[in-house]
């Protein structure tokens, strides 16, 4: 249970492969922009960014000499554009910049963007970060095998990612989780199984609960709650399997609690399964693009030699198939896990699944 055990000290960037940058090309993600990361880290100054509550947010506000302000302004608007139009400029000059903030504390060190629509002040955020072959990886199977599209771009070492709206898990359980009715509850209990089925199956990892959001949805006469992840950098990383399993955080201990006092193991297994189903059913629904990533990921290098030796190797303990211990790379893992669960799908009953009868 204890994070610093299951979490390597620091995950190292990869480079873009020449296959992935291809596959980026075909699929629309790899666009020309106007601005580098590199160009936002000549800020002249910075401020500590604080909320509502006084309390240090870990990001601090940037600023620019005069010249350089300017020419980044209009860059980053270019790239607003570009993101969320058709990239030609015309929406330009009703855009405003109001902030650039930089974080230090999370592993990709991303900057922020605030834009505002100078009509109706309506704002948006998007984040630029050097761009992380493991976090492309993570946000393009996030985006077949989530419920939710992904919209970002990459070029050259520069990584352009939208905003992903929702309420911090961890501001979310510390505020607002004690408030909720006992079948909101039982809805979030429900939602973090599917979560933490569905980030071990496709091996995403550190789903500590600042790095997912909580989306609340009105629904005629109730809310209805998602959890959705938003950081990638962790994906096909780490040896142990815990890592890929957000119930083995202690930051998530009360939503774990949650389940244990909400659910019975019956509906635990069908809320697996039904999640499993799903991701089964992307997965074949992806067709050729998901074929083409996973190729492209088992000939990648995305992490150590002793993390796979020791992934595979928890992983057959677990499934008990024997393919998984001649895996070579974190790819080819990901590919059987995948296949695994496609395959379970198209073959074993729910009966099978409650009784116990086989391990997925």
């Known amino acids: 249970m204890q994070e610093e055990k299951l979490m390597s000290k620091k995950k190292p960037a990869y480079p873009v492969s020449e296959e992935l940058d291809a596959y980026l090309e ?24 604080y909320d509502e509550n006084e309390e240090d947010t870990l990001w601090i506000r940037v600023y620019y000499n005069e010249f350089e302000r300017q020419e980044i302004d209009t860059s980053l608007k270019k790239v607003y554009s570009i993101l969320h139009s058709d990239g030609s400029g015309h929406i330009d000059q009703y855009l405003n910049v109001d ?68 309420i911090p898990g ?20 429900k939602e973090f199984v599917k979560f933490n089925e569905r980030s071990m199956i496709r091996l995403l990892g550190d789903m500590r609960s600042y790095n997912y959001v909580i989306v609340m949805t009105h629904d005629f006469d109730h809310v209805v709650y998602r959890i959705r992840a938003i950081d990638f950098d962790q994906q096909s990383y780490e040896g142990k399997l815990k890592v890929y399993r957000p119930q083995f955080f202690k930051e998530n ?70 393919q998984f211990k001649k895996c070579k790379t974190m790819g080819e893992i990901l590919e059987l896990a995948l296949d695994f669960v496609k395959r379970n799908y198209q073959g074993v009953s729910m009966k099978q699944i409650i009784e116990h009868k086989i391990k997925i």
């Open 26 to 49: 075909q699929y629309s993600r790899k666009i020309e922009i106007p601005i580098f990361y590199e160009d936002l880290l000549r800020f002249a100054g910075s401020v500590v960014v």
């Open 99 to 166: 902030a650039i903030d930089y974080c230090t504390f999370a592993n990709s060190k991303p900057f922020r963007i605030k834009v505002r629509n100078i009509l109706n002040d309506n704002f948006t955020y998007f984040y630029v970060k050097k761009a992380d072959a493991s976090r492309i990886y993570g946000l393009e199977f996030e985006h077949m095998l989530s419920p939710y599209n992904l919209n970002f771009l990459v070029y050259k070492d520069t990584m352009i990612e939208e905003h992903i709206a929702g």
């Open 170 to 189: 961890d501001v979310f359980i510390k505020e607002m989780l004690p408030k909720c009715s006992e079948t909101e509850k039982a809805q979030l209990a």
């Open 253 to 322: 201990y009360k939503m774990v609690e949650l389940v244990k006092s909400k659910l019975m193991e019956n509906s635990i297994d069908q809320y697996k399964l039904e999640e499993r189903s799903i991701i089964a059913k992307r997965i074949l629904s992806s067709g050729d693009r998901i074929k083409l990533l996973s190729k492209i990921c088992k000939n990648d290098d995305i992490s150590l030699s002793a993390n796979i030796k020791l992934l595979k190797k928890e992983i057959y303990e677990l499934t008990k198939d024997v």
